[in-house]
């Protein structure tokens, strides 16, 4: 806990720095201070992407991200100051009641954040990901190693740039830090709200922490998913408070925002509507940050089309792939296909001969009537949605809602088009839940009461054992030392597969898995698997890893 304590001092320096440059550069003023440390996350992943595109992330980019913080500093130095105080005076303002809930979130998140990781995702391609970023840097045709490595995100590249590999592993702990700004955030607007009572949008936004016993899943492993949670939670305010009236920093830092999260994940493209929205109704007063909306734009959809193409040989992954676009690193069309219309069954919980001989409606049953967490998850999506339409009327004073609310159908839409898998829909059950919430508890005292049981039941599975129940729990050992950045030991051995040498984990027995072993490392089971349907293996494009992989057909 105390290394992710110091590793967070040290991000959020670097961040605040970074932000205070990036908003004086666009010439933002009185910004809030957590908007100000997520535009300063944009900033360095910007950095990093275009760094990684020629050399890793290793210490020669710390060292080269120190020496621009520094001089920053100091050609910044009012303006970082007058932040630092401004975040300071956010905590004293708090209310007795929050400081004491903030404190205990901020204990709760550094535990859980020092526990072992158990999201699978982790293990199959989160922990390379970044370790090839660290190593390597953007490598050709990675994709060609192993398929889940084309969705390294921005969040991982902002990930490997504050992991610290140089020094020891496991720190890969943003999510954390992520998860208590966006608390913090919340917490500063309910408390504002029961001060002055004069926005219930304060109300809505300020209710955020009660889904905590969800996002702290998501903790101690870096998932780009988290990330969204959290800022599209600033979107959907930064979009309520500047439909009516917007200003410069509104229409701006929505647009960093947006940016920031369709370069951590493709299926955030449809927020593109809420700046877009905000800048059609105020296109008189706002035309004139155009130039500056235009660059950050650039700048990302750049970084985004380059990532692809290196990582992918496809400019538009997830997508399938233009023929005429491809490179020779590029995955073979038979491949391509296949796991396309795989992740497009994967999300109806079906098998992809099932999915192509099926019409949309039988899909979209199937979809509803699946049994387990996942169909439970699909049914409290269409729960929400019929819901909001019974509080309907109480929102139509504000269109702004209605907007939101029209949004999401078009993303569920879009969802069933291409993958409805309930992760990619979070952000919308979240705020739709949110406005609801707000709509039937204003109490005060019953709020408190809904935090604190929020705390509790974090508390518990993270410190008890609770039978029949799977949970990676926190440990004494842990106060100083996080777990390291697998929950499995690295247990491995090498094979020569043509000119490669692959490491394969001899403990992981799933599919995807391959944990923190050595690079380049793949599952056996998924290499034996392409060798037997597909006739390929994978194979270095030189002796270099740095140049990457393609197929080599066995035929």
Not at 504 to 532: H, M, R, S, V
Request: glycine share 4%.
């Amino acid at each position: 806990m105390l290394f992710i304590l110091l590793s967070w001092v040290y991000i959020l320096a670097i961040t605040l720095v970074a932000g205070v440059s990036l908003d004086r550069l666009l010439k933002l003023k009185d910004y809030n201070p957590i908007l100000v440390l997520f535009h300063g996350f944009l900033a360095v992943t910007l950095v990093s992407g275009f760094w990684a595109v020629f050399f890793p992330i290793n210490w020669r980019f710390h060292v080269f991200i120190v020496i621009i913080t520094i001089i920053l500093s100091f050609i910044n130095n009012s303006l970082t100051v007058k932040y630092a105080t401004l975040f300071k005076e956010e905590v004293c303002k708090l209310s007795t009641f929050f400081k004491i809930v903030f404190l205990l979130i901020l204990v709760l998140i550094l535990a859980q954040s020092a526990s072992p990781p158990f999201l699978m995702d982790n293990e199959s391609y989160y922990i390379q990901t970044i370790a090839w970023l660290n190593e390597f840097g953007l490598v050709k045709g990675l994709i060609n190693l192993h398929l889940f490595l084309g969705q390294t995100s921005g969040w991982h590249l902002l990930q490997s740039a504050f992991n610290f590999s140089f020094l020891r592993e496991g720190l890969n702990n943003l999510n954390g830090l992520t998860l208590l700004l966006g608390n913090f955030y919340a917490l500063i607007k309910l408390n504002d709200y029961f001060k002055n009572k004069n926005n219930p949008l304060d109300l809505v936004v300020g209710l955020f922490p009660i889904f905590n016993v969800f996002l702290f899943q998501f903790i101690s492993a870096p998932s780009p998913d988290l990330a969204v949670y959290v800022i599209s939670l600033l979107v959907f305010y930064g979009f309520l408070m500047n439909y009516h009236a917007c200003s410069r920093n509104g229409i701006v830092s929505l647009v960093m925002l947006v940016s920031f999260l369709f370069l951590i994940k493709a299926t955030t493209i449809i927020f593109v509507l809420f700046p877009l929205i905000i800048y059609i109704k105020h296109y008189k007063h706002v035309k004139q940050y155009t130039f500056k909306i235009s660059l950050i734009v650039v700048f990302t959809l750049a970084l985004i089309l380059i990532k692809n193409i290196l990582i992918t040989g496809n400019p538009i992954y997830p997508f399938a792939g233009i023929e005429g676009l491809k490179t020779d690193w590029s995955l073979p069309s038979p491949i391509e296909k296949y796991f396309y219309n795989y992740a497009k069954a994967y999300g109806y919980g079906v098998t992809p001969e099932f999915y192509s001989n099926t019409s949309y409606l039988s899909l979209i049953k199937s979809w509803v009537l699946q049994i387990g967490m996942d169909g439970l998850l699909n049914k409290a999506i269409l729960f929400i949605l019929i819901l909001f339409l019974v509080f309907i009327k109480r929102f139509k004073t504000n269109k702004a809602i209605l907007f939101i609310y029209g949004i999401s159908l078009l993303q569920l839409i879009i969802l069933f088009v291409t993958s409805p898998q309930f992760r990619f829909y979070v952000p919308f059950v979240i705020i739709l839940s949110l406005f609801l919430i707000a709509e039937v508890i204003k109490s005060e005292k019953v709020i408190k009461s809904l935090l604190a049981v929020s705390i509790l039941a974090i508390l518990i599975p993270l410190f008890f054992a609770i039978p029949k129940v799977q949970t990676n729990r926190f440990e004494t050992g842990y106060m100083i030392e996080p777990h390291g950045n697998s929950q499995f030991e690295t247990d491995y051995q090498t094979i020569e597969v043509g000119n490669t040498q692959i490491n394969y984990p001899t403990n992981i027995d799933f599919f995807w898995g391959t944990g923190n072993t050595k690079l380049p490392a793949l599952n056996k089971q998924q290499l034996d698997y392409f060798k037997t349907y597909f006739k390929v293996i994978p194979q270095q494009r030189t002796e270099n890893l740095k140049d990457g992989f393609y197929f080599k057909s066995l035929d």
